[in-house]
């Protein structure tokens, strides 16, 4: 059975850093793409970041370019999403989510097929 698990949300002041997890787990990260998403209270689902199993290609929603950054450990089947500089209104429950094939509308969520159930993360001071 797939599945993903999300953890290391938590608080954090504005300009600090945390460490998302996505552990997948019934198929392997050379086999799936991963993505990334969040969703504000009030506000519609959105894309993130995502990477390519074919061969590890990173992409990025533009409010977040150089401050996040994905990455993969296949040895532990793992997915990470690392973000710094973070703001208030990066603030949402993040999501991690399959898709056997993206294409350049990933953003929208519609490439994904299995997600997790969410882990929040909230930048106030």
């Known amino acids: 059975q797939v599945q993903v698990v999300e953890s290391g949300g938590g608080l954090v002041q504005p300009g600090g850093s945390l460490r998302l997890s996505c552990e997948a787990s019934g198929f392997t990260l050379d086999h799936y793409s991963i993505g990334w998403f969040r969703q504000a209270p009030g506000k519609e689902r959105e894309g993130v970041s995502c990477?390519?199993?074919?061969?590890?290609?990173?992409y990025y929603a533009d409010d977040v370019k150089g401050r996040f950054t994905i990455s993969r450990d296949i040895s532990k089947n793992t997915v990470f999403l690392q973000m710094n500089s973070l703001k208030p209104e990066d603030t949402g429950v993040y999501y991690c989510a399959t898709a056997p094939l993206i294409t350049r509308l990933w953003t929208n969520g519609n490439d994904f097929e299995t997600w997790g159930q969410g882990t929040q993360v909230t930048v106030s001071s």
């Open positions: 990477i390519s199993s074919f061969d590890g290609s990173t």
